[in-house]
Every structure is written in C-alpha cells, then in structure tokens.
C-alpha cells in the first residue's frame, strides 16, 4: 500500500491520508496526501519516477537550488534516488483554467513579466549547485532524435535546416529549467507561486529558457505570444531588470524555432515509446498525435 510506504518515506509522519494520484506526467508519477506531523495535518506531495526513468537526484538538487536563488519552490521534506516529497503549493497548474478563468483575470497581465523574473534569478544559479548538468549540444541531440525515425519529418527537416543555417553565436553558460512553461508552474490569484518539474534541468543559453516559453504549443490558444498570456515585452522587462542582461529578439525567436522543432521530435519520442510495445500508455500516444502540430508551427513560425 503506498499509504504505509508513505509512512516510511515522511520524517515525523504518525498517519498518512487523502492519498490521490495527479494528472501528468509522461516520465514521472505525482500523488497528494495529507501527513500528521507533530500533530498536524500537513499538505504534501510525493513525485515518483516511473519504472526505468532515471534518478531524481538532479530534480531534487534543482528545486533545493532554485529556492536559494529566489525562485518560489515547494520545500522538500524527503527525497532520495527515485522520490521526492514536498510541501503541496495551493494553486492552479492546468494551462487552459488560467488563461481562460476569471479567478486568474488580475493574474494573467502580470505573468510574463515575472516569468522574466524568475527565468533570470534561474539563470544565477551557480551550476556547481547542482554538479554534473548536461551541457551537449542540443541541435545536434535533436537533429540525431528526429532523423532516427523510420517515418520522415519533411517539416521538422526543414525546421532544422533553418535552425542550422541561422544558428547565433554561443552567449553564456547558466542553468537552464528546460521545460518553463504553463503546466509546469502552480499559478494563483497573485501570480507564480512555484515553479515545478525539473526533469529536464541542464546548461546552455539563457535565451533557450525564454524562447521555449514562447513556442506556439505552450500558448495553449492563448492570444499572446508569451505562455498565451503575455508580451514579449513584458517578459524581456522582467528578465532584463534582475538579470542586468540585455535581451536579444533575434536570438530569442531562435530559440523558440528551436523548441518548436525539438517538442516535434519528443512528440515523435512518446509516439514510439507506445507503438514498440516498450510502455504501452494512453497519454503517450496522445502526445504522439501532436506531432502534427508541430510541423504546422514550424510552417507557420517560418512563413515569410
């Protein structure tokens, strides 16, 4: 029962209930529960790998990181190899809820402002914070992905293309989130109240962080370039005032033809992982379907 093995995970926990399995999530598990701890009753949240998916340790050294750096973070109450629990953050994660509720209407017009913010205050982590971080080429690693399918991308290959031959020069070397964006933040009436799901953390461009927010498929029809919600700039704003960088257009628009191709090549990814048999899942061969989409968005992100 995960109920007992909840008990054991949890520091102080006397009883454990609620115990309920989260929406999302292709590669890792997400479970709320209430723990009684010193004689309260306290909102937690367990994050699981699943089966084969790799260490959490990084995610875990991310989180604990980012909150130095002030970055509004979940505390972490346990964590090992494979778990993490964490206090649970009220709010709302579910994209179309807060581009489209009036609860998050005094929310939504400050948003990519303080996206900016907290992108640049990620990008001050000192990257011996969190050792051994994953700093390869990602072009390469995505042209490699996308052509190592049987079934050709004549959009995603001219989506590479293009990249290639517009490729900027190498700006500095931060810690990077990797997948910022709506789905990923717990948003309340105030705006960001914590920024999750570090899986993906790893070193490269700045840029890479706020051209991925911008990718078409994480505006979720929202009518905004920035997450749906926003201006690119209010998100420049943001990013310029607490990082002191200039922000460069040119690059950012890059970068988000970038995570625009390489969310087109994991679409392809998740696809395969259901089709081989390998993981035979629902929500994987949903993400595959939207592979489609992607080739459209590059089409349109490079129309004349």
């Known amino acids: 029962m995960l109920s007992e093995h909840?008990?054991?995970?949890?520091?102080?926990?006397?009883?454990?209930?609620?115990?309920?399995?989260?929406?999302?999530?292709?590669?890792?598990?997400t479970w709320s529960f209430d723990?009684?701890?010193?004689?309260?009753?306290?909102?937690?949240?367990?994050?699981?790998?699943?089966?084969?998916?790799?260490?959490?340790?990084?995610?875990?050294?991310?989180?604990?990181?980012?909150?130095?750096?002030?970055?509004?973070?979940?505390?972490?109450?346990?964590?090992?190899?494979?778990?993490?629990?964490?206090?649970?953050?009220?709010?709302?994660?579910?994209?179309?809820?807060?581009?489209?509720?009036?609860?998050?209407?005094?929310?939504?017009?400050?948003l990519a402002e303080q996206c900016g913010e907290i992108l640049a205050r990620i990008h001050s982590i000192p990257s011996t914070a969190i050792p051994d971080l994953d700093a390869r080429d990602p072009l390469t690693e995505t042209a490699a992905m996308i052509r190592s399918f049987a079934?050709?991308?004549?959009?995603?290959?001219?989506?590479?293309?293009?990249?290639?031959?517009?490729?900027?020069?190498?700006?500095?070397?931060?810690?990077?989130?990797?997948?910022?964006?709506?789905?990923n933040l717990i948003i309340g009436e105030d705006g960001v109240r914590a920024v999750l799901d570090w899986e993906l953390v790893h070193r490269g461009d700045p840029f890479q962080d706020l051209g991925y927010l911008c990718v078409r498929a994480w505006r979720f029809g929202g009518g905004h370039p920035v997450g749906g919600f926003g201006t690119y700039e209010d998100?420049?704003?943001?990013y310029e005032r607490v990082s002191g960088r200039a922000v460069?257009?040119?690059?950012?628009?890059?970068?988000?033809?970038?995570g625009t191709v390489w969310w087109g090549g994991v679409c392809m990814q998740q696809a395969w992982r259901h089709l081989s048999g390998s993981e035979r899942s629902v929500e994987l061969a949903a993400i595959g379907r939207r592979a489609w989409e992607q080739e459209y968005d590059v089409l349109l992100a490079l129309a004349p």
């Open 6 to 29: 909840l008990l054991e995970l949890v520091p102080g926990a006397a009883e454990v209930r609620g115990v309920e399995q989260l929406t999302g999530g292709a590669s890792r598990e």
């Open 35 to 110: 723990a009684l701890i010193d004689g309260v009753w306290t909102p937690l949240v367990l994050r699981r790998g699943r089966s084969g998916r790799g260490s959490m340790t990084l995610e875990a050294l991310a989180f604990e990181a980012a909150a130095r750096a002030g970055v509004p973070e979940p505390g972490i109450l346990a964590r090992g190899d494979s778990f993490l629990v964490m206090d649970r953050v009220d709010g709302e994660t579910i994209a179309r809820r807060i581009l489209r509720d009036e609860r998050f209407a005094s929310a939504r017009p400050q």
């Open 151 to 183: 079934e050709p991308s004549p959009a995603l290959e001219l989506g590479l293309g293009w990249l290639e031959r517009n490729r900027p020069e190498p700006d500095s070397d931060v810690v990077l989130h990797g997948d910022f964006r709506l789905g």
């Open 235 to 238: 998100l420049f704003r943001g």
């Open 248 to 258: 460069d257009p040119d690059r950012v628009r890059w970068w988000e033809v970038f």
